[in-house]
């Protein structure tokens, strides 16, 4: 499920997102998925393929409220997209 690829220096992987959840009061997101759970921080960009943010965004974050962190996220993932 998961192979590192030295090449393009992405994480390769395909599984099915089961949830996605902000935790605010510790500035990391939780991704879980089939075999695996990636705890990552909001402000840190992931070399995930580009399958990966896309299934984020389609599954949508569980969180509290929507406030500015969320936002940044949310746009933080969205220029990781745009860039491959």
């Given amino acids: 499920m998961f192979e590192p690829v ?3 220096g992405l994480w390769q ?3 099915p997102i089961k949830s ?3 935790f ?3 500035g990391v997101h939780c991704l879980k998925m089939e075999g695996m759970i990636l705890y990552m ?3 840190v ?3 995930l393929p580009k399958s990966t943010p896309q299934k984020m965004l389609d599954h949508k974050c569980e969180v509290s409220e929507v406030n500015e962190e ?4 949310i746009n ?3 220029r990781q997209l745009k860039k491959e």
């Fill in 45 to 47: 960009e992931y070399p």
């Fill in 24 to 26: 605010k009061s510790c």
């Fill in 41 to 43: 921080l909001n402000d």
């Fill in 6 to 8: 030295a090449t393009d």
């Fill in 13 to 15: 992987f395909e599984a």
């Fill in 76 to 78: 933080l993932i969205r």
């Fill in 20 to 22: 996605w959840k902000l």
């Fill in 70 to 73: 969320v936002i940044q996220m």
